[in-house]
């Protein structure tokens, strides 16, 4: 995917691999880096790693910035334009749910 300017989308040229938009949209959604690990299928490390080398390739030094950074080239919308919703009873371990749930 070819993610450019929210005025001009073929313009920035920024290229993110599947795992690496599905991880922002999941945290744009409001994910932990565990529960978008789980929803991914991969570990917490792969998660951070995918992230430092998002920041390095947009020349960001922290995820603030690198938050900035995805919003401004329009990479933490959905398809639709709308964000996912965490799951949050699914992305919770099992021994945390309550009972009365």
């Given at each position: 995917m070819i993610v450019g300017t929210?005025?001009?989308p073929a313009q920035a040229g920024v290229v993110f691999t599947a795992r690496e938009k599905a991880l922002v949209e999941l945290l744009a959604?409001?994910?932990?880096?565990?529960?978008?690990?789980?929803?991914?299928?991969?570990?917490?490390?792969?998660?951070?790693?995918?992230?430092?080398?998002?920041?390095?390739?947009?020349?960001?030094?922290?995820?603030?910035?690198?938050?900035?950074a995805l919003g401004t080239l329009g990479a933490t919308e959905t398809a639709d334009g709308s964000a996912a919703e965490p799951d949050v009873a699914q992305d919770r371990p099992p021994d945390s749910i309550d009972e009365g749930e």
């Open positions: 929210p005025d001009d959604a409001g994910h932990t880096d565990a529960s978008a690990a789980r929803r991914l299928g991969v570990s917490p490390r792969t998660v951070s790693y995918t992230l430092q080398s998002l920041m390095d390739r947009l020349a960001v030094e922290n995820r603030f910035q690198l938050g900035l």
